[in-house]
T-cell receptor, first 113, second 115 residues
């Protein structure tokens, strides 16, 4: 069974810093990996989706990389802002049933003004 | 505006009571999902449905039931058999096609509390 882990569980940085969030998965046979953002008490919003054939994907100040062989993905946030404060979750679909998404427990980010 | 709505935002359950959480989408998506989220944990799949009148158990289906009579609607009932129902419940949907290449779109969630 696929297991997804995110470290650290929480991160606090001053505004303007560049930062990296980590996601690891146990089964490297994946179709894609997705990063989501969750604000307190809210649903999830998709940020980036990296297909298994891609190495990275960019959207604005966000850059996600994928290394299937090592079972790792990183989400890089450039020039962090207080508005980036949220919980960031990564997820991968099941290999034999891609309706089953396996989620990490998330990294709670606090960007201090 | 297209999207997913969940109601109510907060729901209180008494001992031995069944309660139903509503999920509606106007995105014309075929697949719909229910997840449970506990504090500090990731999402766990309760049930999912790929098409009307069909649904499958996820990883933690015990104590829950669903129906899918309409494409737009996928209500979740938390039965009295679910002994620890306090959690944040999220509904999601995904567009038709190759599901593994598609993201999921989430509703705003319902927080269920036990009185």
């Amino acid at each position: 069974k696929q297991e997804v882990t995110q470290i650290p569980a929480a991160l606090s940085v001053p505004e303007g810093e560049n930062l990296v969030l980590n996601c690891s998965f146990t089964d490297s046979a994946i179709y894609n990996l997705q990063w989501f953002r969750q604000d307190p008490g809210k649903g999830l919003t998709s940020l980036l989706l990296i297909q298994s054939s891609q190495r990275e994907q960019t959207s604005g100040r966000l850059n996600a990389s994928l290394d299937k062989s090592s079972g790792r993905s990183t989400l890089y946030i450039a020039a962090s802002q207080p508005g980036d404060s949220a919980t960031y979750l990564c997820a991968v679909p099941g290999l034999y049933n891609f309706n089953k998404f396996y989620f990490g427990s998330g990294t709670k980010l606090n960007v201090k003004p | 505006d297209g999207g997913i709505t969940q109601s109510p935002k907060y729901l209180f359950r008494k001992e031995g009571q069944n309660v139903t959480l509503s999920c509606e989408q106007n995105l014309n998506h075929d697949a719909m999902y229910w997840y449970r989220q506990d504090p500090g944990q990731g999402l766990r799949l309760i049930y999912y449905s790929q098409i009307v009148n069909d649904f499958q158990k996820g990883d933690i289906a015990e104590g829950y039931s669903v129906s899918r009579e309409k494409k737009e609607s996928f209500p979740l009932t938390v039965t009295s058999a679910q002994k620890n129902p306090t959690a944040f419940y999220l509904c999601a949907s995904s567009p038709p096609g190759q599901g593994a290449k598609e993201t999921q779109y989430f509703g705003p969630g319902t927080r269920l509390l036990v009185l």
